[in-house]
């Protein structure tokens, strides 16, 4: 397999993940500490619901505070920080509502984007990539790879897709969407370690891809998307933070007759 660690060369938009370890060349200042900031909240080294300022992180870094500043401005229209009244910022926290939105999002963006690349037609070293990926949770189950390396494939796995759709909204959109997945899931994994991808299932969609079965691969992503949306969601419930949360007493609660 081409090594895991090098993302598919000429993706115009490529998930945080791929990006680990690659050259900043290009970036400001700014840009570098967006990326610095928001890796950190995605790979959970920022934890939700922590809080710091943008002095603490200037210093870390040994630069200005502007442009932390900046990215900090970014990060909250991301919806990935908060800002508090004179008491610096706050990771924004994974909620079971906005995990629901953002899976469901997923599986009607990723859905579509599947069917277009399939009419559209992968090129033949993309589609040897997607194959060599989609081999990987066979691979985990063997004990041949680990999770990380896992959860890397699935996530280049779906990039590739978005980004042969030909619609470059699509691969943008879905690309963060992906990050902000990337989040939950490594939550998820914390809880539950086992979760992961079953054999089999990104093959179904490679081979409707291959097959340039449009409906096929919509279908096959879909229901990649719900299954994960499912084995997330069912996982998170189980946080030590959701069982010990207070039932709210619904607006409009009539007691029972």
């Known amino acids: ?58 210093q870390k870094w040994q630069i200005s505070k502007t442009p932390v500043r900046e990215a900090l401005a970014r990060l909250r229209r991301d919806g990935l920080v908060q800002a ?26 990723s859905g579509e984007a599947a069917a277009a690349a399939a009419r559209k037609g992968i090129q033949a070293p993309a589609l040897e990539r997607l194959e060599a990926l989609s081999k990987v949770p066979s691979a985990l189950a063997a004990g041949d790879v680990g999770l990380e390396e896992s959860l890397r494939a699935g996530i280049e796995f779906e990039a590739i897709i978005v980004n042969s759709s030909g619609n470059n909204r699509f691969a943008k959109v879905i690309v963060d969407v992906l990050d902000e997945l990337e989040r939950v899931l490594r939550m998820a994994a914390l809880i539950e ?32 998307c719900e299954r994960v949306r499912h084995d997330v969601l069912q996982v998170l419930a189980k946080s ?18």
């Open 1 to 58: 397999m081409h090594d895991i660690h090098d993302p598919f060369p000429g993706m115009p938009h490529i998930p945080a993940l791929l990006l680990v370890g690659q050259e900043e060349a290009g970036l400001d200042r700014t840009g570098q500490a967006y990326r610095a900031i928001r890796r950190q909240i995605i790979d959970l080294t920022l934890p939700p619901g922590s809080g710091f300022t943008e002095a603490s992180l200037a």
């Open 84 to 109: 508090l009244p004179r008491a610096g910022y706050v990771v924004s926290p994974v909620t079971l509502q906005d995990t629901d939105d953002l899976c469901a999002m997923r599986t009607v963006l």
């Open 193 to 224: 370690p086992e979760i992961a991808s079953p054999p089999g299932e990104m093959e179904s969609i490679f081979e409707r891809l291959r097959a340039r079965d449009a409906d096929g691969a919509n279908e096959a992503m879909r229901r990649r």
């Open 240 to 257: 030590a933070s959701v069982s010990r949360a207070h039932i709210e007493m619904p607006t409009s609660a009539h007691p029972p007759a």
